[in-house]
Structure formats: structure tokens, C-alpha cells
């Protein structure tokens, strides 16, 4: 039986068209980028037009342009410069952010002896901007605030300009993960009033283990990771060459195809809610899924009992996969933050399906007999 992939959200499948840039650069194209014979220059040749097509794509400029391990790295330098090199004496963030900002403001909180504050969450999934705007008010220290663009389990979108501008009215810094929606969504980043933004090649039909950091000009840091003079100083290491050959190209076909590629990932979307809607009893759904949202994924909750309760296994077994976000611990599952943000009751299972332009129909239909048999 063909599996079905729904869970485009936690990684995408590489698109074939990015392997074939990649291939010369995993077989005779090896020199390495800090080389000084015409190897190395052909390396470091391949990154420097990988920055220059990735700047292009979301509109910024090549010297703001970083080439990281993915997103989390990324947002561990922001985190950790910002309260090291900036001077910020308090992080403003959410309870739904990526472990991978909400582990490290924690981290920093205890360490750095930095004030952290967290802004509420609205029962629709947004985030609370009046409560921002008091947060901001209230404490007149050096603020980094790092809130993330859309969230990766239920798809909740902030408006960047909006945020942004909040943060420049009240001299704050402004950092949002940005990595469900570099590949998915325009970018021109000389007209939003954000400082750092963070991508994932792997979530735009990429490779793994790449991505990039955006630093806007005026603001100057220093590397996390030190002991060489790679990324013009700001991250020491050899560099992922096919990797970010690779991150350039899927961002390149992204951009290319975004329009036509969105509008049919978003009539998969309608079409699964539609169907969940008619045929299953008593579904709902998380976050503001027609509204500001992501619109490659939904976040379902179903009515819970033995069998929804082991939906997760039980879709697996039927060679579907999809991803969890419970808000209790059942087994090996933790519950989710997010969900548990979101203050939903205990009786509901929740699943979240993402997909892509691979996705069909066809999938969609069999996924919901799937669930009428499991329910």
C-alpha cells in the first residue's frame, strides 16, 4: 500500500530539480569554500550565488544573508546575541513558540539573569497585541521581542509589519521564526521592519541541515560558534556546501511557483476541512484556519476516546502519517504547549495534517475512510 504523507509541516520530501543542483557538489565539485586553488574558488564561487539567489528571493541584501545548520541554530545566535552583544535586559515571547525559541529564552532567563516575559495567547490562537503593547510599555529595559511568523502546529499567522512597527515605537529588537513560511510566502524584507528572521530548506522541499539567518545591516553581532572566518565572520565551521546550493535552488523554485502551488495546497486544505466537516461527528478545529493562517496545514481535534486516543499509531499502521498535538501525555506523547496554550479541555485528540504540492484528493478521500473506520 502507497503511503500518505501529511506532515509536510515537520519536513518536506527533497524535489528532485534541488538533487540535481546538489549532485555536483557531493561528486566532483568537493573543493573546500576556504581553499585558495580553483576548487576552493569554485566552492566558494557555488555559496556566494546561492546568497545572492536566496537575498533576491526575499528581498534583502547579500550581506545579510547567513547560511546556518537550520532554524534552531539560527535562533539560538539571534537569542544569545541579543542579550551578549545588544545588551537586552528582557525577552518578550509566547507560550507557542518552536521549543527551539522557547528552550533557549528559558535557558537565557536562568543563566543571563535576563527578565522574560510572555505575551498572552487569545483563544482563537492569536497573539494578544495590546497585551505586547503593554508589555513593551511597562518595562523600559533593552527589549529583544521574538515572535514567531506562523506557528507550526496550529498555523496562527502575526502580521510582521504590524509587530514590527510596535517594536520600533518602543526601540525593541525584533526577531520572529520565520521557518513555516520562508518557501511558502513572499518575502521582501527592505520593506518589513524586522531585525532577524530565521528559514529551514527541509520545510520547503530542501535538504536537511541548512538554512539561513537574515541580520538587517544596521545591526552588528557576534558568532555563537567560534574558530573560523566562514560567513564573513559569523560562523566558524566548514561550510554545508551542497546544502546551501541546495536551500538556494528550492527557495529559487518556490518563489517561481508560489502562486500556483499555494491556491492548490489551500483547495486540499478547504477540501480535507469540508469532508472532516461532513463526515466525521463532532471534529473541530484549532487556531484561525481561514483567517491569518498558514495554508498548508490543518490543526483537528477529535472527540476523544479509546480509539482517538491511539489515532496517531492506529493512522501509522495504516500507512498514513500525520503528526500529534494532545494537550494531556499519553504514552510516549508529552502533549503539546501549544494545544495546552489554547486552554482546550482534556476531551478532545488532536491531529494535525499538513501537506504539499505532491497531496492529493484521492489521499485526502482515503485518509477520511481511514477515520470512519478508526471512529
Known sequence: MERIYFDNAATTSLDPQVLEAMLPYLTEKFGNPSSIYSYGRESRMAIEQARKSVAKNLGAKPSEIFFTSGGTESSNTVLHAAIYDLGCQHI??????????????????????VALSYVNILPNGHVDLSHLAQLLESNPAKTIVSIMHANNEIGNMIDLQKVGTLCKNHTAYFHSDTVQTVGHFPFN????????????GHKFHGPKGVGILYINENIKINPLVHGGAQERNMRAGTENLYGIVGFAKALELA??????DSSYINELRKYMHAQLLEQIPGVSFNGDTFGDSLYTLLSVNFPKNEKSEMMLFNLDIHHICASGG??????????????????????????????????????????????????
Do not use: M, W, Y
Open 92 to 113: 518578550i515571547s509566547s507560550p507557542i513558540e518552536h521549543h527551539a525559541t522557547l528552550h533557549t529564552v528559558e535557558h537565557l532567563a536562568k543563566t543571563a539573569g
Open 255 to 260: 518563489t517561481e511557483h508560489h502562486e500556483n
Open 189 to 200: 524584507l527592505k520593506e518589513i521592519p524586522v531585525d532577524f528572521i530565521t528559514g529551514a
Open 326 to 375: 494532545s494537550a494531556c501525555s499519553s504514552g510516549a506523547q508529552q502533549g503539546s504547549h501549544v494545544i495546552n496554550a489554547l486552554n482546550k479541555d482534556e476531551s478532545i485528540a488532536t491531529v494535525r495534517f499538513s501537506f504539499c504540492k505532491h497531496n492529493t484528493k484521492a489521499e485526502i478521500d482515503q485518509v477520511i475512510a481511514t477515520l470512519k473506520t478508526l471512529l
